[in-house]
């Protein structure tokens, strides 16, 4: 019986998987004009941390307010690269010292600092996106992990180190481009990333990465680490008490966030053309707590969903009323704290497919356990209610 409803259950998220991606690699690119998918692309490189948050927020119960840092440090990297290819010393003869970027020039520096010059490279530039914030979020993970800080304090603390770089990099002004950020960036390896080609290529690269990463999230999920994370959410103590070391199974997953977030970062920056400080800040990384939360902390798939409704709510409200959505946007993450913990996944198992089946099947009678689908839960073994 229960093979029968893992089987299902696999189906339904085999068929979520391909229902989300037909509607990102072909319905929108069909339906929008360059601009708008062009939006649709941005959206889509915060998913990179919703889904980073699904695996670390809702299956281990480690709440990172701090998420900004680590999609941060992947853009910085990314255009710390794009603008060395940018600053050429022929297209910068006009400084008043060619070959650097041009901030750096305002702020009379008169050569190259040495942590930007391994940024010519492009394979180095791809490393450090992903080394980086693995070493970032490995220091940080062990100095609170082993010393048993979590939940709210834990969330304390990232949320202050996001602040902490938001200043830092602010402060910086001549090594990071300060609250203007790095900007200008124009060519990858040579290849104009401003034209409406590019940005198609690019909007897939952006989809194609995530597909990826989602299939990995998938695959820790139902592997014995994905269950480990679940019982350290629910027993900590009784988990440890097994014989596992919690600390480094909470390092573990929190790193593999840290990751994906920081690819989502340097998509970001080819995307748009340019990374600041904002992206990092406080404000920032409680937005991509949101897009989580509206999804379902509980769906991979419905936090990828969350992150689309949220931004493009964000987009047409503050085109027309750019002060109202600060106020808007803590309303819907109050709104769905209360009314909806389980967010848009939660909507979708708990009211519409059952009604959906009543209407399909009035006299059909349900003989077996229900079935968490693809969109509502990802791990059928660890349905558990969120906190």
């Avoid at 695959?219 to 988990?239: H, M, P, Q």
């Avoid at 991509?288 to 939360?293: P, Q």
């Avoid at 309303?331 to 967010?343: C, N």
């Amino acid at each position: 019986m229960f093979a029968s409803i893992k089987r299902l259950a696999a189906q339904r998220q085999v068929s979520g998987i391909l229902l989300l991606f037909i509607l990102i690699a072909v319905v929108f690119p069909l339906t929008m004009d360059i601009f708008r998918l062009n939006l649709v692309g941005k959206y889509l490189t915060y998913a990179f941390v919703a889904v980073g948050l699904v695996l670390c927020w809702g299956y281990s119960g480690i709440l990172s307010l701090g998420q900004g840092i680590f999609f941060g440090l992947g853009g910085y990297c990314m255009a710390m690269f794009l603008k060395l290819e940018a600053s050429t010393p022929a297209a910068t003869k006009i400084q008043t010292t060619p070959g650097i970027p041009d901030f750096m020039d305002w702020n009379q520096l008169t050569q190259l600092p040495s942590f930007w010059q391994p940024f010519h490279s492009f394979s180095f530039t791809l490393l450090a996106i992903v080394v980086v914030p693995l070493i970032f979020s490995y220091l940080l993970g062990i100095a609170m992990f082993k010393r048993r800080v979590g939940g709210v304090y834990f969330a304390i603390i990232t949320q202050a180190i996001s602040a902490i770089m938001t200043i830092l990099i602010i402060g910086q002004q001549g090594y990071t481009g300060g609250i203007n950020g790095i900007t200008d960036l124009r060519t990858l390896l040579g290849w104009d990333i401003r034209t409406d080609y590019a940005k198609y290529v690019l909007y897939y690269i952006n989809a194609g990465c995530l597909l990826a990463v989602v299939l990995m999230a998938y695959f820790i999920l139902k592997s014995k680490l994905g269950r480990l994370l679940v019982a350290i959410r629910d027993k900590e103590d009784r988990v440890r008490f097994s014989g596992y070391d919690v600390a480094n199974i909470k390092t573990m997953i929190f790193c593999v966030s840290a990751i994906f977030s920081s690819i989502g970062g340097a998509l970001f920056t080819l995307q748009v053309g340019f990374m600041s400080p904002g992206f990092i800040g406080t404000v920032a990384s409680i937005e991509m707590v949101i897009f989580c939360a509206v999804g379902g902390r509980l769906s991979i798939l419905g936090a990828i969903y969350g992150t689309l409704l949220v931004n493009s709510a964000k987009s047409q409200i503050s085109e027309s009323f750019p002060e109202v959505w600060p106020f808007a946007m803590g309303a819907l993450f109050i709104l769905v704290v209360l009314g909806f913990p389980k967010g848009l996944a939660g909507i979708y198992s708990d009211i519409l497919l059952p009604r959906a089946k009543q209407l399909i099947f009035p006299q059909r009678v349900e003989t077996l356990p229900p079935v968490i689908t693809s969109l509502a839960t990802d791990a059928v073994d660890d349905k558990v209610s969120p906190r």
